[in-house]
Every structure is written in C-alpha cells, then in structure tokens.
C-alpha cells in the first residue's frame, strides 16, 4: 500500500511507524491553526523587486510585506529551474530523491506526502491556483503534452494532476502560460512562443479544475487577476466555514511568454523593448498579492494567516539585456545555474499572530523549509522520511535561530553545490553525475561569488565536498531517485 493510499484508507490510530508521527493530531492551541499561503512567482530574480534595490519596478505591496515580517536575505529555490523547486515546496524533500531532477521531468510521485494531504488530514480545506508544472493534468490529449505529447507513453505516464495530491479546489495549468490573455497565444517577440504557432490562436495550455474540466470563462487581461478572482472565493467560502485553509498560489510572472496590458503597461511605456511588458506583469502580480492581504484583512482572517511569498528560481536568459529584463541582483549566474544568482531569490514571510514586529535574517532558508516549518507550527512531528528542510520556527518565535547548522545541498543536470552558514562549494559533473573541481566562496565576505578560495581553503573544500556526497547518496538512495 502506498503512503497515499494509506493516508485514505487510515486514522491517525495505528499507522504505520513511517507515518504514525507525521499524521498524528496536534495538540490543540489557543488561537486554532493557522491558514497557510504559499505564493510563488515564475522565474522573479532577486533583484526584481523594488525592496531589494530595483529602482524602475513598482512593487508596493511585497515592499509592505518585507516591512512587516520575515525578510529573508538568503532564501534559496532548491532548484535553478521551476518544476523541481515545486515539488520541493510540498514535501519538504529534494527533488533528486524522487525523480524530479529538471523542468517537465518526471512527475510527483503517488509514494510522496504533500503538504496538501497532510492538511487536509487535520481538517484544511486545500486548494491550488496557478501554474503546477508536477506532471500532466489531462489524460483525453486536449492539453498540448509538453510532457513528451500524446504519441508516446511519457505524458500518461507522467500524470499527476493537484487533485491526486491533495487538493480540494484547483485551478491549475499543467505549464507555461502568456502573463495577458493567457489562453491566446501572442506575438513571438513576447518569448515562449513556438515557430509554428500562430498568434491569436489558442495557447494549448488550459485552466484544469478537475479530471477532464477546464475554465472557459473570465480568461481575459491579467493573468495574475485570473488566478486571484479564483483565490478569493476559496479563502471567503474557508473562513466562513470558520475552517483553516491551506492556498498554492503559484503566479505564472514574469514567466515567458511575457505580455502585460492597461494600466501597468502604460506605466513603463518608456522603457524598451519588452521592458514595459516585464514589469507591467510583476506589478500587475504584486496588485494582487495586496488584494489578497485586503480581503484576507476585510475576512478578519489576516492575523493567523501564514503567507508566504518566493520564486520558483532567478531569471531567465544567460545575461539581462532589452528581451532578459530580470534581474539577479548583485549575485552571479541565472536561472540554471547553481551560482547564487541561479537560487537565490526573494523570500518573505508574513504571520502577524506568531511575528508581530518585522524581521531580517542573513539564515539561509529554503523551499525545503516549508513542510518541516508549517508540521512544527501545527505540532505534527515528520518521521514519514528523510527531509532536506528544517524547521524555521525556533527563528519565528523570538529570533532562538542564530545559524542553520544544516547545509544545504543542490543539484541539477552538469552542476552540483553545497552552501552553510557561511562556505559554498560548487562544481560541473560530468555525464555520470561525477564533480570535477569544486569552488569554494565565502558567501559571508563575498556574496557574488568572485573569488574561488578553494587552493586556500582545501581542508575545508575536503570536508564539504565528503557531506556533498553524503546527501548525495542518500537521495539516491531513495525508490523513485
């Protein structure tokens, strides 16, 4: 029987060892549990915020959230691309131990507990909105499979859709999407269009709300409005059923293809090339986080709402330019890259119950931090597994977390690294996934990775790269590896 199925099929009494702890209830607390909100962007940098420093983006309303919370100077995506760094956010667990090893690789596996399924067992009402990018949602061929297409095996192989992972409510595309009119497919220069494409016909990609349902309607202007006018009926039906509530949002911005339109289009009409459309979307999305905030605030619901906000990896293209708009900040390397401007993105946390005054933290934190946070907050403990994330919550409550003391590992297809409290290691591998010569940086002393210490260092690079192929092992260890 699969831990899924088991999840189904069976009470808190008399699980398995594997399960007993993660499953058990929590102990009850004064003020009930919290609602949780995961919010992520697509492919955000570091530096395309304007709390950490862009001076021609407008967003209000994550500048209000860095001024209120957790603002988490190291927050790291496990993953230099999307869908891996997604399946980390549910499991607490790195994607090299199940399978998800790049982009629209693999699927997540029936074998892992989400945070979805783990909520939803302690009485959450569960939704996911946005872009999944964990599988293939339809089984009929009326997606357009990116997935390997419908000729062969490996799109139904790879199904996996939200509502077999936990999930109530979804309003979720299997990938990509345009940031405007997200069902029509746009001019090429706006990226993420194919050759064969033709604009103004249909995208391919759909909204699925369930097995073979998809949205027709209210389809048109902002995609992040789209997914909002969604959210916020799950969040009023959830606090009206006086009911915790656990919401994915995952935002396709700024994401390619890249459209923006109406006001926020307007506001950047002077820069150039696709400039104005870049951060016309960014502000666009960031309109509708401060919606949320608003209706969760009009709710009453704002205080014991956990809401998390990060990106999925940094930005897109090799080197910001008028078509790469995104901004890694000061940090070296780019979406694909394990270099810190690859992993290293904005990272926010917003609980005015548990943190009342705001907070900045040089802790490195994770996507891989989510589970193993949200299960200490509920009083569950995680025994379901190995899991490559900590619990953040001795930082939560009163700053009792001066270090991690727990690295962190990365890997992705040619590239493999190590980050602590201070020291990184990196290096390339070859076709067997074998490392060739690390580099070591002082991310404390030199945060854009611009000199390699490691002939200084050797003892150190040593020790480092022994734990790197210790977590290395371990995941690969794992049945779905």
Not at 45 to 62: F, S
Not at 162 to 170: A, I, K, Y
Not at 307 to 324: M, V
Request: with cysteine; aromatic share 10%; glycine share 12%.
């Amino acid at each position: 029987m699969t831990r899924r199925s088991f999840l189904a099929a069976t009470g808190a009494a008399g699980l398995a060892a594997g399960l007993e702890g993660c499953l058990a209830v929590p102990p009850p607390t004064p003020q009930g549990p919290p609602n949780i909100i995961l919010m992520m962007a697509d492919d955000l940098g570091w530096g395309d915020v304007a709390y950490n420093g862009n001076k021609i983006v407008r967003t209000p309303h994550l500048d209000a959230l860095s001024l209120e919370g957790v603002r988490f100077d190291r927050f790291y995506a496990s993953s230099p691309v999307c869908s891996p760094t997604r399946g980390s956010c549910l499991t607490g667990r790195h994607p090299y131990r199940y399978g998800i090893h790049f982009a629209m690789d693999g699927h997540l596996p029936e074998a892992e507990v989400t945070l979805a399924e783990l909520l939803r067992h302690h009485g959450y009402m569960t939704g996911h909105f946005g872009k999944w990018h964990l599988g293939t949602l339809d089984l009929s061929g009326k997606e357009q499979g990116r997935w390997g297409g419908w000729a062969g095996e490996q799109g139904r192989a790879n199904y996996s859709p939200p509502w077999e992972n936990g999930f109530d409510v979804c309003f979720s595309t299997e990938s990509k999407v345009p940031t405007w009119d997200p069902g029509v497919t746009p001019p090429r220069e706006h990226g993420g269009v194919g050759q064969d494409a033709t604009p103004g016909e249909p995208y391919g990609t759909y909204y699925w709300t369930g097995p073979g349902e998809f949205a027709t309607d209210n389809l048109e202007g902002d995609d992040s409005r789209v997914i909002m006018d969604r959210v916020l009926p799950f969040v009023k039906e959830a606090v009206d059923a006086s009911r915790p509530f656990f919401a994915v949002i995952w935002f396709h911005t700024p994401h390619l293809p890249i459209v923006s339109g109406g006001k926020h289009l307007e506001a950047y009409r002077d820069l150039p090339g696709l400039a104005p459309h870049y951060f016309g979307a960014i502000s666009a999305m960031d309109e509708q986080i401060g919606r949320l905030r608003a209706a969760l605030s009009g709710l009453g619901a704002e205080r014991k709402t956990m809401l998390w906000f990060a990106s999925d990896n940094g930005p897109e293209g090799p080197r910001q330019s008028e078509s790469r708009n995104g901004s890694a900040g000061p940090f070296r390397g780019r979406k694909r890259s394990l270099y810190e401007g690859g992993v290293r993105v904005p990272g926010l946390l917003v609980w005015p119950e548990k943190v009342p005054l705001p907070v900045g933290t040089r802790i490195p934190a994770s996507t891989l931090d989510y589970f193993p946070t949200i299960a200490d907050a509920l009083g569950i403990p995680v025994t379901s597994g190995p899991m490559d994330g900590v619990s953040l919550m001795p930082l939560l409550e009163g700053g009792r977390m001066e270090e991690r003391n727990q690295p962190i590992g990365f890997e992705t297809p040619g590239q493999v690294a190590l980050s602590d409290d201070r020291w990184k290691i990196i290096a390339k591998t070859d076709d067997a996934g074998a490392p060739g010569t690390f580099e070591l940086y002082d991310l404390l002393a030199d945060p854009g990775e611009a000199s390699d210490l490691a002939s200084q260092q050797p003892e150190l690079v040593e020790r480092m790269a022994a734990k790197l192929a210790e977590w290395r092992a371990s995941c690969r260890a794992e049945p779905n590896a």
